[in-house]
């Protein structure tokens, strides 16, 4: 069965040995772990990981890859296909007697955050994630204060998770090409939040609206939501900008703003 790679739904083939012997080098996954793959294509990275007889569950939106797969991998008992949308799947249901899934996918870049997002809504059942993403979104899920990288992505991610980026992953490394730089990224969901986050609806507005202007300083890009007296209160300088702030400081602004009507 040949497959031609469909745009619409982010297919970029991995075809370079080296790199998937990379990502399983750095996965260290073991016989006894439950794992997740997300979008597994032809089998690129499902393949080897079937061979290590870990117990694997895949998620494929393409229902011709759904056959293709099913085809392939049919004599593998330890293997479930789930002919579904990442973005709408239950993840928890996989994790049974409190056990902890290890996830990976080579993502659909167009849906790479919304999916992360969701996947953190459960992070309690997460040992952790492997993914390959653009290069420039692992960038700034990593980024750190007084980085020009630093933004929201940064600050939401690495509430959830601890970050790292593994290596980069050149276009040719993909069937077709993408136009950009890939990388792999790990993120490990913390066992307790850094931070105390008494609401995360507001921890993402004050974060949201700090960055959407960030050459402003905090006075002004947080005046609609905080006023500068507060601001100082908290022991937040009110002349810097929103990249200048660490984790902490954007928890402590979120719950002063729960404070104010
Ligand atoms: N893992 C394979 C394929 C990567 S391409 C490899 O490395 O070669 C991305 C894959 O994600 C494709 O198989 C695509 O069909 C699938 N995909 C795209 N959107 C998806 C979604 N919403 N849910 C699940 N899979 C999706």
């Known amino acids: 069965m040949t497959h031609t790679p469909r745009k619409r739904f982010g297919q970029n083939f991995l075809h370079d040995h080296n790199i998937i012997y990379n990502i399983l080098s750095s996965i260290q996954a073991k016989p006894d772990e439950h794992w997740v793959e997300i979008g597994p294509g032809q089998g690129a990275l499902t393949e080897p990981l079937l ?8 998620v494929e939106l393409d ?14 008992n330890n293997l479930q296909i789930h002919s579904a949308d990442a973005l709408k799947f239950d993840f928890s249901t996989l994790a049974k007697d409190n056990e902890k899934l290890r996830i990976i996918g080579n993502l659909p870049y167009n849906i790479s955050t919304p999916l992360m997002f969701h996947l953190l809504d459960n992070a309690f059942c997460i ?7 653009q ?7 990593c980024a750190g204060p007084g980085s020009k990288k630093y933004g929201r992505l940064s600050v939401m991610m690495q509430y959830y998770c601890a970050t790292e980026l593994l290596f980069d992953v050149p276009p040719e490394s993909f069937d077709p ?10 993120l490990v969901p913390h066992q307790q939040p850094p931070v105390v986050v ?8 004050v974060v949201t609206q700090a960055f959407s202007q960030r050459r402003k300083t905090l006075r002004n890009s947080l ?20 990249e200048a702030l660490s984790l902490h400081d954007f928890a402590k602004l979120s719950n002063l703003l729960q404070e104010t009507p």
Not at 63 to 76: C, G, H, I, M, S
Not at 128 to 133: I, K, N, R, S, T
């Open 127 to 133: 040992e952790d994630m492997h993914f390959m993403l």
């Open 198 to 205: 008494n609401d995360m609806e507001k921890l993402n507005r």
């Open 223 to 242: 005046k609609k939501l905080i006023d500068e007296e507060s601001i100082i209160t908290l022991n937040i300088d009110p002349t810097l900008r929103a």
């Open 177 to 186: 090409a993408p136009k950009v730089m890939s990388a792999i990224v790990r």
């Open 135 to 141: 290069k420039e979104v692992v960038d700034r899920i």
């Open 63 to 76: 229902r011709d890859l759904v056959a293709l797969l099913k085809d392939k991998f049919r004599q593998q």
């Open 51 to 58: 061979k290590l007889g870990l117990r694997l569950d895949v």
